[in-house]
């Protein structure tokens, strides 16, 4: 601070000390800096006496610049002196003028008046900067300007130029500039500088090398590998590669060493070469030599309390049970949390709540410990220490950040109340489930976002359950995609949704409509779905537009949902046209998260057209016609099924029953069934814990009509092509000699698989293989008829089914099956192969 004090009345000064100090942040512009709080100011302000006023004020060593100094100051004679506005005075003068205040003399006040002396230091300084001979696209002026730590108003000193230089070369590096050349030229007549830049070309990674490596590859098409743990990046196709920086490689080698530590080479190093420039120095090869090291392995496992504690409440033995680290594993990190977290779970499952972030010291909640002790070799015991706390239960749920959502919409995916346990699994799942909405998205990251903690109440056996969410602007979104199918031939689809619909939220004002549904301030937060899905396709064609309410009456888990479609599909077959055109309601009552019963009406114009002249009389393609089918339909759905590419111990049955006009009205009377199960049984795991699976699968349908009548050609049931019998075309089972489908009023079919891995990748930081190609040996038979006791010859067919799901595309599942009969009849049309590409 700037200390002042004032003379006696015989005239004697007292010189004030003035402490210069260092300009702080490296971004700051001068070598050294004042400060400014007189020690004289600091006795009036406490009152001993009034602030004097000030009389004159005169100035020493400004030169030419008195002026201008004057001008600056806000403190004027007249004044009352002020502490703060005399500091505001000092940082002004020597941020924008570079002028230092050497010493002060204040005469002793009389009558309330006084007389300031300053003593100034003018720096040599340049009013203007300038950036000259780059490509502003790259770095902006104000780019540059907060890059070294200047304001467009500023004055430079000659002192600051090579700083300024080094932080201009810095900034341009940062952006892959690596030879940037930069030179300053002071331009006294003008009172400026430049800054002459030559950024040269951008340097980019263009090829990335690895040697020493055994254990991880280099490269790997799913899966961890090291191309894919560096920062930097060669590109690919028509995306170049990542810009080079002074960082990169040291980042390249703490994320490769990071995860060699990972899967248990705690000794690996990654050591980098030197960087070889091509291609005019716009291109660098990087090379990185890696001593991988040993592996260390697990010696001994155990879970102990916490120093200080007493005994665990629950069985040791029982608690040990849980882990599967075993001696001898790889020390790989994965492998440890995956045993912490089983034993978070098994406490978390009896109210042993954690700790919410923040909250230390509070001995009633759950907390544990990882111990590494090295051992003998290269082995490591992994001890778990634990402090058990206290079961609590839960006191309140709480909901906070839903702008728009509705309370009911996000509680209804919480399956724990007030007064329950507070599992911790259970809260997990409910997480997940809200997350699966994906109503909620981080406004910043534009990710899922769903936050939820266990929070101490006044009562240390009770908690209340907290849930965060963020709603990011509008929950629509439109999906361009396509495929291909063996049953429906190529298409391309657009997908337009809208998710936590709201019907009755309407826009506050008509004039405003139209921002407030895009930013999702209207329509939004009851959490129903509304859907628009086209999908032209060469020989399928489908459009629908659906409304659907999960929760109609607001009840929770055990709901009545509601949906709606209205929908126009197309089918173009050789030896005929179909379409249809309806539209359907459909309430459903859920009973726990597997089961549910639904029941609704339908409402279809069914239309035939186009006929081959060659159709066969009597087998329904004597006349083209169009017809209303007007129907009811009943049925329960189950399922435990959690992934639908590898399902392992789970089931599904469904059966609907539908009966076609009657009191319904319509051109049509029959009532028919469908019935459709799987089970899914788990063989074992193999040495990466894959799964083998045995699976059944089956269908059956029938519809029953009067004596001398039978079901309208286009409502029949058909066997052959996925989903039925593999090895036989779509409906290529039972036609007519010239090749026409017939169909029947009884249909059957069932499949039993053998499915197992093919291809897999380790992802990090999952102990599980991720399986993105699995096999399956099929058998496959079926038949219809027009009754179940009057069914034709059963069809076989057998063969080998590859199913691939890409990490980057888990949206378009690929199955291709090779299928051959092994019992078929005559003029039933084969088919070898057969691929879906996508799906409806």
Known sequence: MLPISYRGRRGCAVL?????????????????????????????????????????????????????????LSLRVGDVYSPERW??????????????????????????????????????????VLFLGHDEDDLSREELLLATGL????????????????????????????????????????????????????????????????????????????????????????????????????????????????????????TPGEPEFYRDNSRVRLTYQIEEGPLFTVGAVDVLPMTGDGELQYPRDEVLALLELETGQPLERTR????????????????????????????????????????????????????????????????????????????????LEPGDLANMAEAAISHRRLLGTSYFLDEQTRQPFVDYRFMPTEDPNLVDLHFQVSEGRGTGNILFGGGLSSNNGPFVSVNLQKSNFDITDVPSSWGGAFSEIIGGE????????????????????TYRLSFFEPDLLGEHINRLGFRTDLYKTFRFLRTHDEDRSGGSINLSRRFGRDFSLFAG????????????????????????????????????????????????????????????????????????????????????????GRAWTLAFEGRAR????SA??????????????????????????????????????AAINASMELRFPIMSARIREEISEFQWVRGAFFLDAGTFGSDFGDLDPVRVGAGVGVRIRLPMMPQFPIALDFGWPLSSEEFDDERVFTLNFGEF
């Not at 005169?58 to 030169?63: C, F, Q, R, S």
């Not at 340097?203 to 743990?229: C, H, K, S, W, Y």
């Not at 029938?702 to 009509?705: E, G, Y």
Request: glycine share 12%.
């Open 336 to 415: 440890l949390e995956r045993d912490a977290a089983a034993l978070r779970r098994y406490y978390g499952d009896r109210g042993h709540t954690t700790a919410p972030r923040g909250i230390q010291g509070d001995r009633s909640f759950f907390t544990m410990q990882t111990e590494r002790i090295l051992g003998e070799g290269n082995r490591y015991d992994v001890i778990y220490r634990i402090h058990e706390g206290s079961a609590k239960r839960i006191r309140d749920i709480l909901i906070s950040g839903n702008t728009y959502t509705q309370d009911r919409v996000i509680r209804r995916e919480i399956s």
């Open 87 to 128: 500091r505001r005075d000092v940082d002004f003068l020597w941020l924008r003028l570079r002028v230092r205040l050497e010493t002060i003399r204040m005469d002793e006040p009389v009558d309330g008046h006084t007389t300031f002396y300053i003593d100034c230091a003018v720096l040599e300084a340049f009013r203007r």
């Open 702 to 705: 029938k519809a029953w009509t």
């Open 601 to 688: 009406p339908r409402y279809e114009k069914v239309g035939l057209s186009d006929i081959d002249p060659a159709a066969p009389p009597g087998i329904g393609l004597d006349n083209e016609f169009t017809l209303w089918r007007q129907s009811l339909a009943i049925g329960a759905n189950w399922s435990t099924i959690k992934d639908r590419f590898s399902p392992v111990d789970s089931s599904k049955l469904r059966l609907e029953l539908r009966q076609n006009g009657g009191f319904l009205g319509g051109d049509l009377e029959f009532p028919e069934a469908d019935l459709s199960f799987g089970k899914y049984i788990g063989l074992w795991d193999d040495a990466l």
């Open 16 to 72: 004030l000390s003035l402490v210069a100090c260092l300009a702080g942040p490296a971004g700051s512009l001068a070598a050294f800096a004042p400060a400014a709080t007189p020690d004289g100011a600091l006795a009036w302000s406490q009152g001993q006496e009034p602030m004097p006023i000030i009389d004159e004020i005169v100035l020493t060593g400004a030169g030419d610049r008195e002026a201008a100094i004057r001008a600056a």
């Open 708 to 745: 001398g009548e039978s079901v309208p050609y286009t409502e029949r049931y058909w066997t052959g092509g996925t989903n039925t019998v593999r090895g036989f075309d779509y409906r290529g089972i039972g036609r007519t000699p010239g090749g026409f489908a017939i169909g029947g009023e």
């Open 151 to 270: 304001t467009g108003a500023q004055p430079i000193d000659r002192a600051a130029i090579p700083r300024i230089r080094a932080d201009v070369v810095q900034a341009f590096q940062r952006k892959g500039f690596f030879f940037v050349e930069v030179s300053s030229e002071v331009r006294e007549g003008a009172d400026e500088v430049a800054f002459l830049i030559q950024q040269g070309a951008k340097v980019r990674v263009g090829r990335v090398d690895f040697t020493g490596n055994q254990v991880i590859p280099a490269d790997a098409f799913v899966g961890t590998d090291l191309e894919g743990t560096v920062e930097s990046g060669d590109g690919w196709f028509i995306f170049p590669g990542t810009p080079f920086t002074d960082e990169t490689m040291q980042g390249d080698k703490i994320a490769i060493e990071k995860l060699y530590h990972e899967y248990g080479y705690l000794e690996a190093v990654a």
């Open 522 to 541: 209207a329509f939004t937060g009851g959490g129903q779905t509304l859907r628009l899905f086209l999908a032209p396709g060469s020989q399928f064609s």
